[in-house]
């Protein structure tokens, strides 16, 4: 069965330092999202990408984030500066299209630790 | 999207039915009922959706009333491996996102 994929699967940096995170979406996919979870909180939106754009974006996603689907297969999500508070796991997911019937695909998320 | 309220917490003897609730009483016609999963830190996993009629799949079924405003998560025969946080939520159809509350904290006990 097809799976969307993370990695790293743990991410340890230091504050101030920049950070990508890569997801590669299922193959046939054309809507890609990111979402972040603080340890113990909600599972919160912060981005979706459709047609090598933002389609939209949530108050989190300020200009320390961007989004890029490089090279069709990936997509990643950089942090420029990360701080203290970007510390969480992030989830990518992708789904097919736009009816009502087309389901989020999680992949297994990436745990990022700011120092 | 219209808010959903589910309890907080439901415990689940294993090899039982487990019934999880979700009132969504703002619910309007073009909204779906989704169900997601996350197992202690894992992704959110799809379980099943509806819009009017009751669904099944290999892993739940799922009732809607017929006036929309709840539904009902019924996993047959739970598992240990079913103990997770089970979120409804109400989607519209194109809409781009999910928004996640704190679901149901689901505890099967063998």
């Known amino acids: 069965e097809p799976e969307v994929t993370q990695t790293p699967s743990h991410q340890v940096t230091q504050m101030g330092q920049e950070v990508i995170l890569r997801c590669v979406p299922i193959?046939?996919?054309?809507?890609f999202y990111w979402y972040r979870q603080i340890l113990g909180q909600k599972v919160e939106f912060l981005v979706s990408?459709?047609?090598?754009?933002?389609?939209?974006k949530s108050e989190i996603f300020d200009d320390q984030f961007s989004v890029e689907r490089p090279d069709g297969s990936n997509f990643t999500l950089k942090i420029r500066s990360t701080k203290l508070e970007d510390s969480a796991m992030y989830f990518c997911?992708?789904?097919?299209?736009?009816?009502?019937?087309?389901?989020?695909?999680f992949g297994p998320g990436t745990r990022l630790t700011v120092l | 999207d219209a808010k959903t309220t589910q309890p907080p917490s439901m415990d689940c003897a294993e090899g039982r039915a487990a019934n999880l609730p979700c009132n969504h009483s703002?619910?309007?016609?073009?909204?779906?009922v989704y169900w997601y999963r996350q197992i202690h830190s894992q992704g959110p996993q799809y379980i099943i959706h509806?819009?009017?009629n009751n669904e099944t799949n290999e892993m739940a079924s799922l009732i809607i009333t017929e006036d929309r405003k709840s539904s009902t998560l019924i996993l047959p025969h739970a598992t240990l491996r079913d103990t997770a946080v089970y979120y409804c939520?109400?989607?519209?159809?194109?809409?781009?996102?999910?928004?996640f509350g704190a679901g149901t904290t689901v505890t099967v006990r063998a």
């Open positions: 997911a992708s789904k097919s299209g736009t009816s009502g019937t087309d389901t989020q695909y």
């Open positions: 193959s046939n996919h054309l809507y």
């Open positions: 990408f459709y047609n090598n754009e933002i389609s939209e």
């Open positions: 703002t619910i309007s016609g073009n909204e779906y």
């Open positions: 509806g819009l009017k």
């Open positions: 939520i109400v989607r519209v159809d194109a809409d781009y996102k999910l928004s």
